[in-house]
Structures are given as structure tokens and as C-alpha cells.
């Protein structure tokens, strides 16, 4: 894969990373709340671990890592 085509794939993975964040991400409920009642970390945590969301963006980090333009 050339240096060109690894720069457009990894341009298109982080447009589709922006796209999933601003449709589910911002403004999340479940987000706000926990951290509200729980903390912070708490909150990342479960984003992270449990949101079948987060678990989407997770993937699709681990697609960039593959992807490096080095």
C-alpha cells in the first residue's frame, strides 16, 4: 500500500471515528450521568469497556494503528 493510499484510508477512518463520536457521543445521557454519580473515570471506563459504541471507536483505532504512515 503506497504512502497516498495509507493517508486516505486513515483520513477516511478518522472522518468515520468524527462521525460516530458527533452522532452517539456528544450529548450521551449515559455518559453524563455516571459522570455525575460516579466520577469521570468511571464514566471513560464504561464508554470504553461497555458501550457497544465505544467499543465501535475501539475498532476503529485499532484500524489506524494498522494503517501508520510510517
Known amino acids: 500500500m503506497s504512502k497516498e493510499e ?3 484510508k486513515r483520513k477516511e477512518i478518522l472522518e468515520k ?5 458527533h452522532l ?3 450529548g ?6 455516571f459522570r455525575k454519580e460516579v466520577g469521570k473515570t468511571y464514566a ?4 470504553i469497556t461497555k ?3 465505544g467499543e465501535k471507536i475501539k475498532r476503529y ?6 494503517v501508520s504512515t510510517r
Open 6 to 8: 495509507k493517508l486516505l
Open 17 to 21: 471515528l468524527n462521525d460516530i463520536h
Open 24 to 26: 452517539y457521543c456528544e
Open 28 to 33: 450521551c445521557f449515559v455518559k453524563s450521568t
Open 44 to 47: 471513560q471506563s464504561f464508554c
Open 51 to 53: 458501550c457497544t459504541v
Open 61 to 66: 483505532g485499532e484500524m489506524l494503528l494498522t
